[in-house]
């Protein structure tokens, strides 16, 4: 998959997985996992001043806002007000005033993000102390670092860091990981417009510019591959999306298309369409909203372009994209990871969707969608597109048949309660 190092004005790209705790002295593998923004470089080098120590190398890029993120495995607490205290040893190249940020966010109660700028004067390795205010959380689990920080800020430098410590909360539970990766998309290349996949036949790709928001992670679902990625959202934390210089003209395009697999508390989150036509407007697709969440399986989600251009989306002037919390709310809290996200100029093929449980064919269908399950069906909910219930029934049985002939072409979803579970599918008339 795509690897992206740029992120708009002073949102953090949090790409690497740790499992680490403070302080962090960089002698131990898990302290090299720092992912990088708006052009920063960040890595763990030996001590130039020292060759038996090990630090990190932080060179920043001349962007107002520039450095790098580590997820971390053990929660920064600083609500003890008297036990708030960051220090860090900072090594800087010359006695020039430079002005740097360090950063703590994703907390569950706010505070949620605190932050507080340090300055350096002199030359050679210095310690640094940063004091927090009174009345901040205990569970912050995301430290970035910003390498010359300020609104108009354009410095650039090489710096050291080293024995970043500070109180230590609770251990970070492990967050739910898919047991397997989404399917990698199948379709002509001819026909594909590629924002974020695993198949590298598609060559027409959206030209990522820059990048904003927090990324939790990119994993490799499928390590016996080659490569398997996905994006992973923590959206009790922020969303993420990217950007590009254009806008794009993807009016050729008929549907958007991407794969997402919810942790077990996720209620839904948003995918937005963002287009700069003589004005930047956002349009979204809520999961939850036009249609239900499937929680702990990977769900593919195929929505028609008119639905967005219906809701005022310039399809000649795409500009960014983004996956938010529900309604920007990091309150609908959880872990989601999202794959293949495509406009195609056709549905792809799901001649049969097969689950766990239940099967539906044909699908696509003119006629009748026929639905069988290994359990019987206690109810099935039909909704459209737009998440309104067009049919309810309660068949009791272990196999149905539904008749289409009087349904619109496009989208529906059937959420079906089994004795064993419920499971939503979708299904598509033509």
Known sequence: ????????????????????????????????????????????????????????????NGADFDGASINMGTYIDLSDDNNNTITLEFWTPDATPRTHLLKLEGASSSPTVTELYFST?????????????????????????????GSGNTATGTYYIDDIDGPNGAIIPPDPVPSGPANVPNAPDSEVYSIYNDNPGFSTNFPVAYTFGTLSGEPDLDPSVTENKALKFNFGVAGWGQGEG?????SSYSFVSFDYWAGPTVVGFDFVLISNNGGITEHKYQIS????????????????MSYFTNIGFADTALWQWKFSP?????????IVYVDNI???????????????????????????????????MIKVALYDILGKEVLTITPNTTAVTIDTTTFKTGIYFAKIEGVNGTETVKLVRQ
């Open 121 to 149: 004067t002199a030359a050679g390795w210095q310690t640094v102390t940063i004091d927090f205010g009174a009345g901040l959380s205990n569970d912050y689990p995301i430290l970035v670092l910003f390498a010359d920080s």
């Open 342 to 376: 495509l406009l195609t100029q056709n549905l792809l093929s799901i001649n049969e969707f097969e689950t766990a449980s239940f099967s539906v064919y044909p699908n696509p269908t003119n006629d009748v969608w026929n639905i069988e399950g290994i359990s019987v």
């Open 289 to 304: 909203i036009q249609e239900p969440v499937v929680n702990e399986a990977w769900t593919k989600v195929q929505i028609p």
């Open 246 to 250: 254009g806008p794009d003209d993807v």
């Open 1 to 60: 998959m795509k690897k992206f190092t740029f992120l708009f004005l002073a949102l953090v790209i949090t790409l690497g997985i740790s499992a680490q705790e403070l302080p962090l002295d960089f002698e131990v593998p898990e302290d090299d996992n720092w992912s990088t923004f708006n052009g920063a470089t960040a890595m763990v080098v030996v001590d130039p001043t020292n060759a038996s120590n090990q630090v990190l190398e932080l060179t920043s």
């Open 326 to 334: 529900l309604n920007d709310s990091v309150d609908n809290s959880g």
